[in-house]
C-alpha cells in the first residue's frame, strides 16, 4: 500500500495524483525500472477489489498478464484473459484455490479488502510504502481495525524521492 505520512492512502474523492514525488534525498536508492522489474516477477498473482479493479482501469492496467483474481458480488465484465471475478468467502477463495497453485499472493488495494485479509489471519506481510506528504483528510489506511496486530520490521528502504517503504511480517 501507498501511504500519506498522516495515513491516507487517497484523497476523499478517491484520487491519487498526490503519489508522485518530486523530493530529493540524498542517501536514498534511485528506484529504477530494473528495481521495479525485479520485484513484480516476484508475484505470482494479485488479488484485489472491485473498486482497485475499476481503479486500476482507469490508471492503465499496471498487472500485466498475471493472474489477478478480483473479488466482487458485481457483474463486471473484462477483455484480460488474466482476470477472473470471483465471489464467495474470502477464506476458502484464498485457502483453497490461490494457495494451492501461487506462492507470492500479493493483495493490492483498499482498507476494506485489506482489513478482512488481517482479520482472518490471511496476510502474512504488509509493505507500506509512505510518501513524503500530510494530506490532512482523505481515505484512511488502516481505520478501526479493532484489533492490535504485533509487527517484524523486515525492512526498510529509503528512496532518492523521499518515498520510504517498510516491511513487515506479521506475528501470529
Same mark, same amino acid.
Given at each position: 500500500?501507498?501511504?500519506?505520512?498522516?495515513?491516507?492512502?487517497?484523497?476523499?474523492?478517491?484520487?491519487?495524483?498526490?503519489?508522485?514525488?518530486?523530493?530529493?534525498?540524498?542517501?536514498?536508492?534511485?528506484?529504477?525500472?530494473?528495481?521495479?522489474?525485479?520485484?513484480?516477477?516476484?508475484?505470482?498473482?494479485?488479488?484485489?477489489?472491485?473498486?482497485?479493479?475499476?481503479?486500476?482501469?482507469?490508471?492503465?492496467?499496471?498487472?500485466?498478464?498475471?493472474?489477478?483474481?478480483?473479488?466482487?458480488?458485481?457483474?463486471?465484465?473484462? +477483455? %484480460?484473459?488474466?482476470? *477472473? @471475478?470471483?465471489?464467495?468467502? $474470502?477464506?476458502?477463495?484464498?485457502?483453497?484455490?490461490?494457495? =494451492?497453485?501461487?506462492?507470492?499472493?500479493?493483495?493490492?488495494?483498499? +482498507? %476494506?479488502?485489506?482489513? *478482512? @485479509?488481517?482479520?482472518?489471519? $490471511?496476510?502474512?506481510?504488509?509493505?507500506?510504502?509512505?510518501? =513524503?506528504?500530510?494530506?490532512?483528510?482523505?481515505?484512511?489506511?488502516?481505520?478501526?481495525?479493532?484489533?492490535?496486530?504485533?509487527?517484524?520490521?523486515?525492512?526498510?528502504?529509503?528512496?532518492?524521492?523521499?518515498?520510504?517503504?517498510?516491511?513487515?511480517?506479521?506475528?501470529?
Amino acid at each position: 500500500m501507498v501511504s500519506s505520512l498522516d495515513g491516507f492512502i487517497a484523497k476523499k474523492d478517491g484520487t491519487v495524483s498526490w503519489m508522485r514525488s518530486n523530493d530529493n534525498y540524498e542517501k536514498g536508492i534511485t528506484l529504477t525500472d530494473e528495481y521495479i522489474e525485479e520485484f513484480l516477477e516476484s508475484i505470482d498473482c494479485y488479488i484485489m477489489g472491485s473498486k482497485t479493479y475499476e481503479h486500476a482501469l482507469e490508471l492503465g492496467w499496471p498487472y500485466g498478464n498475471k493472474p489477478v483474481f478480483v473479488l466482487t458480488s458485481k457483474k463486471l465484465e473484462t +477483455s %484480460k484473459e488474466n482476470v *477472473e @471475478f470471483c465471489s464467495g468467502e $474470502l477464506k476458502e477463495i484464498v485457502n483453497n484455490r490461490l494457495k =494451492p497453485n501461487y506462492q507470492n499472493i500479493w493483495m493490492v488495494g483498499g +482498507s %476494506k479488502l485489506t482489513k *478482512e @485479509f488481517m482479520r482472518m489471519g $490471511l496476510a502474512d506481510e504488509i509493505v507500506l510504502t509512505i510518501m =513524503p506528504i500530510i494530506l490532512g483528510d482523505g481515505l484512511l489506511f488502516f481505520d478501526y481495525i479493532g484489533k492490535q496486530y504485533e509487527l517484524h520490521l523486515k525492512d526498510v528502504m529509503a528512496f532518492k524521492d523521499g518515498m520510504v517503504e517498510l516491511s513487515y511480517e506479521i506475528r501470529k
